[in-house]
């Protein structure tokens, strides 16, 4: 395991070694897709044991295995930050030295958690309700607070085949209501609703993954995006915010996030999908091996570099694209 001297950026306060001793968290070296497969078919999915459907909704079907998350792969993305390690000083065991190690870590999309609970929910007959909080300060269902914060929650509801309420689970999230960076800049509202919603389908236990919590990916990215704000001045002037430099995770989740735009508005099959980025970064790159036989994608093979540059690339296709008028009705 490698270590470094001088503090990374993003680092992270690991007050315990044994924090590192994980299958889940990969220390110093990358998540690879078959590394992650792996790990995502010892988690069984909550719910998803039971009866097979009937035709008057009473679960009298053969029995059904559980779903295992691995079927949810294209939803799970990787983030990374620099951990900080205290370790025995070999030199003096009463005292600590503080090690560096790049510490990656396995979150579920929103989406997943979504297309979890319609699995499940198909599976056992459920009937689903997605709400905001109905009575709030501001008069707004869901809004809690509507000033320089949004404060949003959301209501999961689930009933069951025969009609009998499983109860309810809430989430609440917030971001800048202006100011923000990326999509909480230019979306404010649609992400703190995301970002409820995810707290809201983690709470029944959809798409929790060891190591992460019930934060999604899309909250480990505003909560990063809200380390970094503007500074005061000497004269007490706000300057503006420092750019904030993309991590890794946030780089892949948006350039799948593009690939997939690109894919529906042209039409294309996955196997289109494929073929193309195979001769793109053959071409541009000479990399070869990016997807996988069964489908998956190789992200370690690329640089940040690189896979801004696929994003951005997918992103002004997506653009033109748009402009064209392709995808629509």
Known sequence: MTSSTKPPENVDETPDVARLDSSWVFIDR?????DVTALLRTLNVPYSAGRGPSEDGIRRGPDLPPLTMDRYLPYILPMSNNAKVKIP??????RTVDEYHMQTTLYTQVAGRLAILADVAERQHWRVDIYPEPVTPTGIPGYLRFDDRLVVRVYVEITDAQGQSLGKRFGTAWCKSEGGFNAEGSNPYETAETSALGRALAQWGFGILPGSGIASVEEMRLARQNLTGPTQGRRGG???????KEERGDLVASAIDFIEQRRKLAGLTQEAVDTGLTTWLKDKFGIEGFVT?????EWP??????I???????RDAVVAATAAGEGSP
């Open 301 to 306: 093979l690329l640089t940040d570099q690189q």
């Open 30 to 34: 990358p998540a690879t897709v078959d």
């Open 308 to 314: 801004a540059l696929l994003r951005n690339t997918t």
């Open 293 to 297: 036989p069964t489908g998956g994608y």
């Open 89 to 94: 000083d070999p030199n003096n065991p009463q």
């Open 238 to 244: 706000t300057q503006a915010p420092e750019r904030v």
